[in-house]
């Protein structure tokens, strides 16, 4: 037998995949599973491409029970004091804020640096805030320390949460959901309480892909029925991460941790709708000096999408240039599936983000045109 | 003819001095849908090992290494508008370039069809 001293810079901690509720029902239907955001989660089933251009035309559901849903309440329900604890955190304006709907939000380190984006709701108790997965942890670390002590947060780590995207969506779902309000009042950014195949569900008709559809909050454990009752639907099939990604470009929606950082901000971002307009005047909120100096005099860059000439996708890192000059570079990248040709977003010089504007990407060492379009690439289809 | 395989997925089926270069079944099933490949170009000279072709899914770009050192004799004009075809038929009429062997010598280091089964179980 050996001894001997291990002092801490020798013990390496071990990083364990985290599993997800619907992991073994991922595995069951075929999906590829990769890690991400600490978990294993499906990537793929049948092929990114068959799996977009499905969602598209019918209907996806889509497993991102990573992300992070936190409920925000107090002893005494939500007071005025609850509100501006809230308010005091996020750029947001609650005074506008009505029960149930869902409004995109971010959050901001003290130079306006972005943290996360997230979407917060007013449900009669509280707030129910879903953030990203792989920053759900820091965020959840920042809002204590914003938040004070009598402002209790929760995290709500048994809950599960699926999104179900696509034109015929609302079709599958309605077969299954009772609820006081009928689904077909659910217009885009609202949300109700349903029971969903018998178990209580938070559904919003919100997502990630620019099509009509739900996001469902379901308890953890009945993930697994819901995701069988909804993929016995004929509209619909389960989809991995990487269409959600190819879906939420196409959409022109920003990914966290690639389109936004800290090292990006509300208005280069071009997210000026997270910023409540109230706020925008009387700011009081992380990074407000700064975010409202930029809503006054601008910012150097702005973040833009680009098409692509030829096949070969211009990918994130990728330098941007005007004729010789850098002036930018992309920050998502790929080849749109619904459009057939690569397409991108990237930060770039203010003076070049006019739509039409030519410019070029390096990609190994080649130069590919490209040209300043408006997002989304494609048209959004939300039931408004 | 002769087929190898390397331990980065291409195969290389050998004709007298020339091979012709492909990545494998098991290589298109991992990257998914292909929809750009770029060849490289005719006359290069290569060293085993060297990137000289890029396959781009929607997912990702993956370089492909070419199992052995030469000249690019030609290159799959086709995937200029099939790039699916790495997809659909990997091994045959999805292959990328073929390269006239410096040194068939090379051809010792990498697998035969049983051998790269069994590397690609134990993945």
């Known amino acids: ?384 | 003819m002769t087929r190898y395989f390397s331990e980065d997925h291409e195969w290389i089926e050998v004709e007298g001095d020339l091979g012709t270069v492909g990545i494998t079944d098991y290589a298109q099933g991992q990257l998914g849908d292909i929809t750009f490949v770029e060849v490289p170009a005719e006359g290069a000279s290569v060293s085993k090992g060297d990137s000289v072709s890029v396959v781009d899914s929607v997912k990702a770009a993956s370089d492909v290494y070419t199992p052995v050192s030469g000249t690019i004799a030609a290159v799959n004009e086709a995937l200029a508008d099939q790039p699916e075809l790495v997809n659909t038929e990997a091994e045959t009429g999805g292959w990328l370039f073929r390269v006239t062997l410096s040194d068939a010598a090379e051809l010792g280091t990498l697998m035969d069809e049983a051998a790269y089964k069994s590397y690609v179980d134990s993945l």
């Not at chain 1, 809002?143 to 009598?150: F, I, Q, T, V, Y």
């Not at chain 1, 999104?163 to 309000?181: I, S, Y």
């Open chain 1, 1 to 384: 037998m050996s001894e001997y001293p291990v002092s801490d810079d020798d013990l390496v901690e071990e990083i364990v995949t985290l599993t997800l509720p619907l992991d073994a029902w991922h595995r069951e239907k075929g999906s590829r599973m990769v890690e991400f955001a600490g978990y294993w989660m499906p990537v793929q089933y049948e092929g990114i491409m068959a799996e977009h251009l499905w969602t598209r035309e019918s209907a996806g559901l889509f497993d991102v029970s990573h992300m992070g849903q936190v409920y925000i309440s107090s002893e005494h329900g939500v007071t005025a004091e609850v509100e501006a604890a809230v308010e005091a955190a996020l750029p947001i304006d609650l005074g506008t804020l009505k029960l149930g709907a869902p409004r995109y939000s971010l959050l901001l380190d003290e130079d306006g640096g972005i943290l996360d984006d997230l979407m917060v709701t007013r449900w009669a108790t509280g707030f129910y805030l879903v953030v990203n997965g792989a920053t759900k942890w820091d965020d959840i670390g920042t809002l204590r320390e914003l938040l004070p002590d009598d402002v209790t947060l929760n995290h709500l780590d048994e809950s599960a949460l699926l999104a179900l995207q696509g034109p015929k969506a609302f079709a599958a779902l309605e077969r299954h959901v009772e609820g006081d309000t009928p689904l077909s009042e659910l217009k885009f950014m609202k949300g109700a309480a349903f029971k969903l195949g018998g178990v209580d569900a938070w559904i919003s008709r919100s997502g990630y892909t620019g099509e009509d559809g739900f996001e469902i909050a379901i308890p953890g454990e009945s993930a697994a029925m819901v995701a069988d009752l909804l993929c016995g639907e004929p509209e619909v099939k389960p989809i991995g991460l990487g269409a959600r990604d190819s879906l939420r470009l196409e959409a022109g929606l920003p990914l966290y941790g690639h389109d936004l950082s800290p090292e990006t901000s509300v208005i280069d971002a071009d997210l000026k709708f997270a910023v409540n307009k109230r706020r925008r005047t009387e700011g009081g909120f992380p990074g407000s000096d700064r975010v409202l100096k930029d809503f006054a005099e601008g910012t150097a860059r702005k973040r833009i999408g680009l098409i692509v000439e030829g096949r070969m996708a211009a990918r994130e890192g990728a330098k941007v240039f005007s004729g010789n000059q850098e002036v930018g570079v992309v920050t998502s990248g790929g080849f749109s599936p619904s459009l057939q040709q690569p397409i991108a977003m990237a930060y770039v010089d203010i003076a070049l983000t006019a739509e039409g504007t030519a410019l070029t990407i390096e990609m190994r060492g080649k130069k590919l045109d490209g040209k300043v379009v408006s997002m989304p690439f494609v048209p959004h289809r939300y039931h408004r």
